[in-house]
T-cell receptor, first 113, second 113 residues
Framework: AQSVTQPDIHITVSEGASLELRCNYS??????LFWYVQSPGQGLQLLLK??????LVQGIKGFEAEFKRSQSSFNLRKPSVHWSDAAEYFC???????????FGTGTRLTIIP | SQTIHQWPATLVQPVGSPLSLECTVE??????LYWYRQAAGRGLQLLFY??????ISSEVPQNLSASRPQDRQFILSSKKLLLSDSGFYLC????????????FGPGTRLTVT
């Protein structure tokens, strides 16, 4: 069975500082990996996705994530955060032939001036 | 382009009353459809998913049910609401056979009083 762990429940970052949100997955074969962002009271928006190939993937809003098979990780990064990045971030894992995604419990990001 | 609609946006219902939430997708055919619930401060819980008209898979036993009367319409129902049914309900869709990245609707905030 596939599973996802987001070890950080809440992270606070100063505006302009760099950001890294952690995501670890458990799955025997090559997973499909996703990062979503949710602003308060809104639905989830897909930030980026990894299926195969280049392990560093670029997404929307200046985000990127790196797939590291040896560490079973897919961490989300941004070099300089903006106040508008304050939101909840979810990592998710899928697999070939499985219609369902497994979501992590989310990391809430707070931006301070 | 594809769009997903959910209504109503907010709903306040007394305990024991019925429920009907609707989700429709435009711009695609034969999508996979999903219902999630998000309790306050919690992650996403998959409730139901459907890979075709009349095909519903239930993930969690509860007093909710789902139906898919048309290809791009997904309905979440209950005959008698419980206080524990309060939460944020999200509908999502994915392309069948397209690695299952999911796209979410704006959500419905349900408060059971």
């Amino acid at each position: 069975a596939q599973s996802v762990t987001q070890p950080d429940i809440h992270i606070t970052v100063s505006e302009g500082a760099s950001l890294e949100l952690r995501c670890n997955y458990s799955y025997g074969a090559t997973p499909y990996l996703f990062w979503y962002v949710q602003s308060p009271g809104q639905g989830l928006q897909l930030l980026l996705k990894y299926f195969s190939g280049d392990t560093l993937v670029q997404g929307i809003k200046g985000f990127e994530a790196e797939f590291k098979r040896s560490q079973s990780s897919f961490n989300l990064r941004k070099p300089s955060v903006h106040w508008s990045d304050a939101a909840e971030y979810f990592c998710a894992v899928g697999s070939f032939g499985n219609e369902k995604l497994t979501f992590g419990t989310g990391t809430r990001l707070t931006i301070i001036p | 382009s594809q769009t997903i609609h959910q209504w109503p946006a907010t709903l306040v219902q007394p305990v024991g009353s019925p429920l009907s939430l609707e989700c429709t997708v435009e711009g695609t055919s034969n999508p996979n459809l999903y219902w999630y619930r998000q309790a306050a401060g919690r992650g996403l819980q998959l409730l139901f998913y459907s890979v075709g008209i009349g095909q519903i898979s239930s993930e969690v036993p509860q007093n909710l049910s789902a139906s898919r009367p048309q290809d791009r319409q997904f309905i979440l129902s209950s005959k008698k609401l419980l206080l524990s049914d309060s939460g944020f309900y999200l509908c999502a869709w994915s392309k069948a056979g397209a690695r299952y990245e999911q796209y979410f609707g704006p959500g419905t905030r349900l408060t059971v009083t």
